[in-house]
């Protein structure tokens, strides 16, 4: 009796098992085909696709969503690019099958030359060396002590900001904001990163090095194709290409190497400041753990330079959005400054301390609106899966690549109401929003999933900061004889087409 007992258990045992794991063996992949998507015409689709920028891509992909469905495959030559627009399968993937897709793909030539052979945290593939580079910024810089520790700095920034409109605004009844914007923003990056108040000419250089390579950079991508015939045939633009390389070095690594010396400095004085440690500091102590060395100086410089992509275009952008929302409708900046009146009170200095965010529910509202309507990118930055895996019956092939439709998620009608609308509120009904989407994908503007933004909170932090000091030191409004124009135009990210000109004045 008991060994007919153990028999059946183990048949049963044996029968589940088998169950288990034939979803996940190669077996089961074998059969299965890869997303469905337009017929390829070898050499022509390839030539069609390379021509097509995302912005291009993306009305394109909105119709084949209609056709094929949630997931999409493009091929370009006889490598399949997938487009995930779906938001529970967009969760299956980066959360379900997180360490398979969170790897990158191998950058194209001119990107490795640039990036100094793909060392930054961005495009080093899911390994021990991107942990380590992440951990670095993570630990070091977005720590919440560290992030503290420069609240004196975005305080000057933002006092440096509301100068500069005030002066603008008096001598022009119309005011550009982005440049503005744009400039405190690399204020607060530069000074975090190399932990100086650079002068206004350096801060500029800087801005300017880093915004030719970003702006100009998918002019020299054909470079990277077949690049011992391109290199000849684009002579001139190769030539562009390496003048950029050496302009941005020539900016950059003398700052790194000014920090460099003042560490050896500091070294040799036996009492350390925790509060001036900046990136560069924590770059140059790293230890890069499969290499068993440390950080050359050029590598330091390509990972500042990420830092500065990262943490300027993508919040200045989105500072923008919302400003033209706020602006657009007077309703929403009205709430917001009735918030703010209650919370900072009679108080005299006309400041929103860092203290008082978390009591402004309408402000944060405001802010995760502004970043659903308008993610500053539409689409994050490429995955590539490690092996065969199945996702919604088809087959996602080991080294495929698959990018996430982010903007289109955040107006799936499923979850928001009345999608397109600027509707703060619905932000305010629950406990709080998990943007994270660890649980639930509703919006994806910093990605999910191991290769999740980093720096999104200090994202937030700057833009809630930012927001609410803006609207209680200024009245937004549209300036005589113009619109706000909500189109879109890509740049690095999704920028306003129109730039945002506003009548800015003080408010008493
Ligand atoms: C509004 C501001 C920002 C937005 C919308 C944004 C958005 C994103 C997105 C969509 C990704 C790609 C996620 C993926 O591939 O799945 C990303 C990656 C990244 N972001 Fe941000 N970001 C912002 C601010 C920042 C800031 C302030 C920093 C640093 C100071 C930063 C550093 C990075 C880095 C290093 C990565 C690469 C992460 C990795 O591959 O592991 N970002 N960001």
Redesign the pocket.
């Known amino acids: 009796m008991d060994a007919w007992w153990v028999i059946l258990v183990s048949l049963c045992v044996g029968y589940l098992m088998t169950a288990i794991f034939k979803h996940r063996s190669p077996l089961s992949t074998a059969k299965r085909s890869i997303p469905p998507g337009p017929t390829h015409i070898p050499i022509i689709s390839s030539i069609l696709w390379l021509r097509k920028s995302f912005s291009e891509l993306e009305p394109i992909l909105r119709t084949l969503r209609a056709k094929y469905g949630p997931i999409i495959t493009l091929r370009i030559g006889s490598h399949p690019y997938i487009f995930i627009s779906d938001r529970s399968l967009a969760h299956r993937a980066l959360i379900h099958h997180a360490s398979v897709f969170s790897h ?1 793909p191998k950058d194209i030539p001119t990107g490795i030359f640039f990036n100094n052979n793909q060392l930054n ?2 495009s080093t593939s899911y390994g021990p060396t ?1 942990r380590t580079l ?1 951990r670095n ?1 993570t630990s070091e ?2 720590h919440p002590s560290r992030v503290i520790s420069f609240s004196g700095t975005r305080r000057w920034v933002l006092q440096t900001l509301l100068t500069r409109l005030k002066s603008d605004s008096q001598s022009n009844p119309s005011v550009l904001v982005i440049d503005h914007f744009r400039y405190a923003m690399f204020c607060l ?1 530069v000074f975090m990163c190399f932990g100086e108040t650079p002068d206004d000419a350096t801060i500029a250089d800087i801005e300017r090095v880093q915004r030719q390579v970003l702006v100009g950079y998918n002019r020299f991508s054909i470079l990277g194709f077949w690049p011992t015939v391109t290199r000849v045939l684009f002579r001139k633009r190769w030539q562009e290409f390496l003048g950029l390389k050496k302009d941005k070095e020539d900016v950059l690594l003398p700052l790194v190497r000014a920090m460099k010396q003042k560490q050896k400095q500091k070294q040799k004085q036996t009492t350390s400041n925790y509060d001036a440690v900046s990136y560069v500091d924590t770059l140059l102590d790293l230890q890069l753990p499969e290499e068993k060395r440390k950080l050359d100086e050029v590598e330091v410089m390509t990972l500042c330079s ?2 500065l992509d ?2 300027t275009d ?2 200045s952008t ?1 500072l923008q959005w919302i400003m033209a929302n706020l602006v657009k409708y007077p309703h929403a900046q009205e709430r917001l400054m009735e918030e703010i009146r209650q919370v900072v009170g009679e108080r005299e200095e006309r400041e929103v301390k860092e203290d008082d965010l978390h009591k402004l529910s309408y402000l944060k509202a405001v802010v995760l609106e502004g ?1 659903r309507r308008h ?3 539409h689409f ?2 490429p ?1 590539v899966v490690s092996e065969d895996v199945v996702l919604n019956d088809y087959l996602v092939p080991k080294n495929g690549t698959v990018n996430f439709m ?1 903007a289109e998620m955040g107006v799936d009608p499923k979850v928001w109401e009345d999608p397109l609308a600027f509707k703060p509120e619905r932000f305010l009904s629950d406990e709080g929003f998990d943007i994270t989407g660890t649980k639930e994908i509703k919006m994806m ?12 909170n ?2 937030l932090l ?2 809630e900061y930012f927001v609410a000091n803006l609207v209680l030191n200024f009245e937004w409004k549209v300036p005589e004889g113009r619109d706000v124009d909500l189109s879109e135009k890509q740049e690095f990210t999704v920028v306003m087409k129109n730039p945002l000109h506003v009548h800015i004045s003080p408010r008493i």
């Not at 999910?448 to 999104?456: K, Q």
């Open positions: 990158r945290i961005s991107w992440r910024l810089m977005l990056l990420e830092f990262g943490g993508t919040t989105a970043l993610p500053p990118g994050v930055l995955h982010v503007p910093f990605g999910v999933g191991r290769r999740i933004c980093p720096g999104y200090l994202a700057h833009l």
